[in-house]
């Protein structure tokens, strides 16, 4: 195991692990990953989940985001969180902002002093917004909770899953949150869960928004924060870096950690079922991050591991392929991601 070759005690633990707590959800998005809706019958209990939090925090863990489904909607979230919180890892709650104006729930939200509270908002008005997201009123309230937890002093950010319903929505939003001091993360939508493949973005369409978030970030910097999640980027030989960090590869059970609600536990929750690497009712989660044979697929990846275009990029040492949830759902297989900015721009040639 490399890190006791490297004299390492143990693997460093994931900087975040993305839990998602509950599939209950309040909303029917057309792009959600998950499916979500209804709660799942084998959901963790609240006795495992806390136990999780200390499993968690044993791996060496740094922070934890709480998503769904509505993670607020799952009873117990305020316990989880508080644990979370008590050892000393980061917290974050992903939200769609349904109860942004419940003041029971937004003084839980204060009380708990997340290090983020991040609201998804895909639309730059009602009708796009509520279309995408099945239910009407969704943008308004959405709106509202942004604005709402901005005003109240808690580190607010907002998540845009980009496809075809909304990629001309991007300056509406850019428009609707420019000032209000919060931060922004555009994300690529993947035929993962509920998405149709036929409203996932194009080549073009993709690299469209990769040149959106290089200009607002160049033009609007002092008005707001923008970057590209962990799928837009990779060196670009025109644009500048368009992720917060410079791209170091994929991260799935590196730096990030997914955790389903019923405890099956992937590198990332982007990824289909094939990845999911245990469940801890099974296999406690020490065994599985320490475990050799987990997450082999960005741990040990090898050069020889490279294909189509990326055998022959310079950065293929670096890369290492790029997002393997892309690659795999759009690709044809891992280390091979198709939405590149860089294999884009020379593909224009």
Sequence with gaps: MWWKRSGLKKRPGPGCAVWEITLACNLKCIHCGSAAGKARSDELSTEEALQLCEDLKSIGCRGVALMGGEPLLRKDWVTISERVHDLDMDLSIITNGWLGQNDAVTQQLVDLSPECVTVSLDGGES??????????????????????????????????????????????IRDLLRGKGVAWQIQMATPHGRLERKHVLSQDEFYSVALFI??????????????????????????????????????AGIGTLGIQSNGNITGCL????????????????????????????????????????????????????????????????LHQDPFCVRHIEQSMK
């Design 127 to 172: 009708s796009i917004h509520d279309m995408i997201r099945g239910v009407e009123g969704s943008f308004e309230r959405a709106a509202k909770a942004i604005d709402r937890y901005a005003g109240l002093g808690l580190p607010t950010s907002v998540i845009t899953t980009v496809h075809k319903l909304n990629l001309r929505e991007l300056t509406k």
């Design 214 to 251: 290089a200009a607002t970030r160049k033009l609007y910097s002092k008005q707001l924060m923008v970057a590209g999640a962990h799928d837009m980027g990779y060196f670009s030989t025109i644009l500048d870096e368009l992720q917060v960090m410079s791209w170091q590869g994929c991260q």
């Design 270 to 333: 982007a990824l289909p079922a094939q990845f999911i690497e245990g469940n801890v009712r099974e296999r406690s989660l020490n065994e599985i991050w320490y475990d050799n044979e987990s997450f082999k697929y960005s741990r040990r990846v090898k050069l020889s591991d490279m294909k189509a275009h990326c055998t022959t990029c310079e950065f293929k040492g670096i890369c290492k392929g790029g997002c393997s949830a892309v690659s795999v759902t759009m690709g044809k297989g």
